[in-house]
């Protein structure tokens, strides 16, 4: 029986199922994949080595921000079928096991550090029981899977591997694991496919494509959709520099092309470009793993993404100095948004924080404003000045800078608050304000992709 919870996200009342799940790994993807499997009705232990976080998650607290995740969460530890602990042998009698731990960029290296992966391999091989399926959901190097099964056959030549790797979207991640747009398993037996079969089984009732792969092209679905992601975005920022060399518009542009179906409308919004803890160092793995393969032309267009996406960022500096001037000891600029992305606290390899950083070494008086991002931020750049108060951010400033495109930055009155500004400047790094609205207002507008200097209306 079809059920929800408060926030709206699909779950399984009163089912009985009979798989035990345990889910290694209790971050961003674990933490998500852990409460939304218990919301289908599996009994769940979530495994972690950090007793700091699994004592946060065990009261239903969750130690980062993820919209609706955080009353998932404390309505599947009330029914007991989800716990959390450090011990691996608290996995013993689970028949299936998620590997949901981070790959990070490697130090001094574009490749993936597997030092998480291989450890939770080499944990819950020796205590999974014989028959149990291990599942990998990791986004790792082509190859690796191949590699832990037979280091997995060398320790428990009962148990198996799959890989499943995981598309969700930070702020999206909920609704992403109980309504997919696909489901991906790389196996190697039909019985692993039976297996992950029965644990989506209410998910593939709902119509969810099932695509059935082998092991190293499971790996490879997750860093060549990221790839095409960020080639996308990357080709609209490059076509940005373009119209702000002919005098264009790529906001204008975006909108043409975008009604092509062979090209779509999403991810054609140009800005600063992308940052976060997954296409960053995911296509810059997969460039380091083309190299181990011998396939380095193949991937050599990669690196010009990435160089465009950086370059993003050093244009909106630019435009700073294009506004106040070279010398920008002393000015006071707010920033809005220190969050790489809207509806995540998530700034690695943010943007919006690499550019309020490159400002601040320059001289200028920086302030940064984020609604959920404030304490990471601060944590990773205590040198900053930071504020929760969006007033006390915009205080005295002689130009503001929107760099993450939360709501409550679209939805401001630029009539509102020009008293609280020296100079009302302001440039969108999203091209996600209402023009029209800013300039009406009297405000001076810039915006990546745009004519330099936009009159006001009327």
């Known amino acids: 029986m079809w059920g929800s919870t408060s926030e709206g996200h699909l779950v399984v009342a009163n089912s009985n199922k009979r798989l035990r799940l345990s889910v290694i790994g209790t971050g961003y993807l674990g933490a998500t994949h852990a409460a939304a499997m218990s919301s289908l009705g599996f009994e769940v232990v979530g495994i972690d080595l950090d007793k700091e976080k699994i004592s946060l998650l065990s009261q239903g607290r969750v130690p980062f921000f993820e919209p609706g995740l955080d009353q998932l969460l ?87 591997l799959a890989w499943n790797p995981e598309f969700l979207r930070e702020g999206f991640a909920v609704e992403d694991t109980l309504r997919p747009n696909r489901l991906v398993v790389g196996v190697t037996s039909d019985r692993a496919e039976e ?98 393969l011998g396939a380095r032309q193949a991937l050599e267009f990669l690196r010009e993404i990435d160089s465009i996406n950086l370059r993003a960022r050093t244009r909106m500096i630019e435009l700073v100095r294009a506004d106040l001037g070279d010398d920008l000891k002393g000015r006071k ?45 601060k944590r990773r750049f205590p040198a900053l000045d930071f504020t929760t108060d969006l007033g006390e951010c915009l205080k005295g400033s002689e130009l503001i800078l929107h760099l993450t495109e939360w709501r409550e930055y679209r939805e401001i009155d630029p009539s509102a608050i020009a008293h609280l500004v020296a100079k009302k400047n302001i440039i969108d790094g999203r091209n996600a304000l209402d023009r029209a609205k800013w300039i009406k207002a009297g405000w001076h507008l810039r915006a990546l992709g745009v004519a330099p200097v936009l009159k006001a209306i009327g």
């Not at 919006?352 to 302030?367: E, K, S, T, Y």
């Open 195 to 292: 297996i992950l079969r029965e644990v989506y089984a209410d998910l593939l009732a709902l119509d969810i494509p099932w695509i059935r792969a082998d092991l190293p092209t499971a790996e490879l679905v997750k860093v060549a959709a990221n790839s095409f992601l960020a080639t996308k975005i990357s080709f609209i920022n490059a076509m940005a520099e373009i119209c702000e060399a002919a005098d264009g518009d790529v906001t204008v542009l975006a909108k043409a092309i975008g009604f092509d179906p062979r090209i779509g409308n999403r991810f054609l919004q140009a800005g600063i470009g992308f940052g976060g803890g997954c296409l960053p160092k995911d296509i810059r793995a997969f460039m380091a793993r083309a190299d181990e």
């Open 333 to 377: 600029i707010a920033i809005l948004g220190a969050a790489f992305k809207p509806e995540s606290d998530d700034v690695r390899d943010s943007p919006a924080l690499d550019i309020a950083v490159q400002l601040h070494g320059a001289g200028a008086d920086v302030r940064i404003h984020d609604p959920k991002a404030t304490e990471n931020a």
């Open 74 to 160: 404390s309505d599947e530890i009330a029914t007991g079928r989800l716990t959390f602990t450090d011990d691996f042998a608290a996995a013993s009698e689970c028949d299936v096991h998620f590997i949901c731990v981070g790959t990070p960029q490697a130090k001094n290296s574009l490749a993936a550090d597997m030092t998480f992966v291989n450890g939770a391999l080499a944990a819950i091989a020796p205590v999974a029981k014989s028959g149990s399926l291990i599942v990998g959901k990791s986004t790792v190097p082509v190859g690796t899977a191949a590699r832990l099964a037979e280091e997995l056959a060398s320790i428990n030549a009962g148990a198996e």
